[in-house]
């Protein structure tokens, strides 16, 4: 069956430092999104993406953030210069967009991130 | 703003009772509820309900939906320890852009005693 995938599913960073998450979304969808979650919180909605450019985006997702789509697989998310408050599991889902009355959205695996 | 309250937060029942857990929610342009089973890691899909699709079951899982009341409610039949998770309801809104996020509640922690 397929399904999301993410790496790394761990990832250790230094407070200022870039880091990348990527992820590959089920190949015939055509939405992405990206989540966090941090720890004992609620799964919070970051950015979404549809047709090369953001669909949507929360207040979360400031100038810190970048999403993108090199290729015809992968789907990344960039944060700039991590702070401490950034760390959080990352998740990645993906939806075919073909429902009429809603988008099933299938989640990855996730990728933690613990910015020291 | 979008919100979804999810009850109990918490819920420790003994395998074979049935449970039932909520999820209210106030949203502008309403879409669709999602209901997800979180073990360890990503959510995983169980359900969606919509306005062309008000009740869904699978095995020892049901879910209705109220759109008049605003709710909906999952029910696991004859527990097994392995449904032992947390739920987590979420609801997807209109907003325009095509692709829209999902607001999700805090989540009801469900344990399995055996």
């Known amino acids: 069956e397929p399904e999301v995938t993410q790496t790394p599913s761990h990832q250790v960073t230094q407070m200022g430092q870039e880091v990348i998450l990527r992820c590959v979304p089920i190949s015939n969808h055509l939405y992405f999104y990206w989540y966090r979650q941090i720890l004992g919180q609620k799964v919070e909605f970051l950015v979404s993406f549809y047709n090369n450019e953001i669909s949507e985006k929360s207040e979360i997702f400031d100038d810190q953030f970048s999403v993108e789509r090199p290729d015809g697989s992968n789907f990344t998310l960039k944060i700039r210069s991590t702070k401490l408050e950034d760390s959080a599991m990352y998740f990645c889902a993906s939806s075919d967009g073909q429902g009429g009355f809603g988008n099933e959205q299938f989640f990855g695996p996730g990728t933690r991130l613990t910015v020291l | 703003e979008d919100k979804v309250v999810q009850s109990p937060l918490s819920l420790v029942v003994h395998e074979g009772d049935t449970v039932t857990l909520n999820c209210s929610y106030e949203?502008?342009?309403?879409?669709?509820l999602l209901w997800y089973k979180q073990e360890k890691k990503a959510p995983t899909f169980l359900f969606m309900l919509t306005s062309s699709g008000i009740e869904k079951k699978s095995g020892r899982l049901s879910s209705i939906l109220d759109k008049k009341e605003l709710f909906s409610i999952l029910n696991i039949t004859a527990t097994q320890t392995g449904d032992s998770a947390v739920y987590l309801c979420?609801?997807?809104?209109?907003?325009?852009?095509?692709?829209?996020?999902?607001?999700f509640g805090k989540g009801t922690h469900l344990i399995i005693q055996p």
């Open positions: 979420a609801v997807e809104a209109v907003r325009g852009g095509g692709a829209d996020g999902l607001t």
């Open positions: 949203v502008t342009n309403f879409r669709s």
